[in-house]
């Protein structure tokens, strides 16, 4: 039997061991790329922004960042209109850090992008397809 979210599960769980690979010398999982590649686009985020930007758990982000401002590369502060509203963001060093890990990152990217051919296009639609269409059904993303 044919189940889309058993192979997307099977895939994504291949394709994080994947680029856990290639970031490794960099010090971050994929998941801690991903929350710096946020903060590097953004200035002071809130966690509840974090979470809500990549769509994953409150302590799924919470152990992460917590990761990273323990190793110092991204700080929180409080929210200039509120003091008891705590923003993120990349500390120097972890700036230089993410941006170290990029052409690691980049590496990967090509990797999937030689190894997809012509279908890179359609596959990264399709799957973009798939996240939009639950998150706009309400009966599906609840």
Do not use: H
């Amino acid at each position: 039997m044919k189940c889309l979210c058993a192979t997307m599960r099977r895939s994504s769980r291949l394709l994080t061991r994947y680029y856990e690979k290639e970031l490794r010398e960099s010090g971050l999982t994929p998941a801690q790329f991903e929350i710096m590649a946020v903060l590097s686009g953004r200035r002071k985020v809130s966690q509840s922004e974090l979470a809500e930007v990549l769509v994953v758990d409150q302590t799924t982000l919470s152990r992460n960042m917590g990761v990273l401002i323990t190793r110092g590369w991204i700080i929180g502060t409080g929210s200039s209109g509120d003091k008891r509203r705590v923003v993120y963001s990349l500390s120097g060093p972890g700036g230089k850090i993410f941006r170290a890990a990029v052409p690691r990152w980049e590496r990967a990217q090509k990797n999937m992008q030689r190894i997809l051919g012509g279908e890179w296009e359609t596959t990264w639609s399709s799957i973009e397809l798939i996240g939009e269409g639950v998150l706009r059904e309400p009966d599906l993303a609840d």
